[in-house]
């Protein structure tokens, strides 16, 4: 068991390119979730997973973000015209199973920084 | 709906003394809830959590958090701080709806004064 994995750890662009992050849950989780977290704050739901379907989004998540989970196992996020509102820490979480008593795991996260 | 309140957004202790840290949730069904760490730029690590099993919950590096319904409270606590605990900390409550995503509060930084 390695972890959460994210990729890359930081990253700055500049406004209006697109980016894109990785996240690599651990192996037997079914599900995944994407956060953001800017600063002096706690996470914010963007999107959830089970297996490779993407169950939910928040309001959060405007048309430039975009998520994926093909295959059920890695997840990527896109965010494309990148502004300057998007610096933030994009946390990746897995959990095992059904339920609300499990615990997430999460990654070291991506910071982006838009200039 | 599923929320949770941090009082205090920045806690400062001596070294040895007592560490308290307050959450408030509001949840209209029996609330699942966690104590998260964060160091700088990282990921948030699980100290504890509380589902429904007893209400003292211990955890680890010494921490644990009592629920009170009557007092709707998922305080954390540690007797002694340690420099090492010095970080930032997120009180969480899981949804009951599809994902059960959490639903975090806005956190407690914590300094410990040597």
């Known amino acids: 068991d390695t972890g959460v994995s994210q990729d890359p750890r930081h990253k700055i662009t500049k406004r209006g390119q697109n980016v894109t992050f990785r996240c690599d849950p651990i192996?037997?989780?079914?599900?995944l979730y994407w956060y953001r977290q800017t600063l002096g704050q706690g996470p914010e739901f963007l999107t959830y997973?089970?297996?490779?379907?993407?169950?939910?989004k928040s309001r959060l998540l405007s048309d430039r973000f975009s998520a994926e989970r093909p295959k059920g196992s890695f997840s990527t996020l896109e965010i494309q015209r990148t502004e300057q509102g998007d610096s933030a820490m994009y946390l990746c979480a897995s959990s095992y199973g059904g339920g609300e008593t499990g615990e997430a795991f999460f990654g070291q996260g991506t910071r982006l920084t838009v200039v | 709906a599923q929320s949770v309140t941090q009082l205090g957004s920045h806690v400062s202790v001596s070294e040895g003394a007592l560490v308290l840290l307050r959450c408030n949730y509001s949840s209209s069904v029996p609330p699942y809830l966690f104590w998260y760490v964060q160091y700088p730029n990282q990921g948030l690590q699980l100290l504890l959590k509380y589902t429904s099993a007893a209400t003292l919950v211990k955890g680890i590096n010494g921490f644990e958090a009592e629920f009170k319904k009557s007092e709707t409270s998922f305080h954390l606590t540690k007797p002694s701080a340690h420099m090492s605990d010095a970080a930032e900390y997120f009180c969480?409550?899981?949804?009951?709806?599809?994902?059960?995503?959490?639903?975090f509060g806005t956190g407690t930084s914590l300094t410990v004064i040597p």
């Open positions: 192996s037997e989780h079914n599900r």
């Open positions: 969480a409550v899981r949804g009951t709806n599809t994902g059960n995503q959490f639903y």
């Open positions: 997973f089970q297996n490779e379907a993407q169950l939910e």
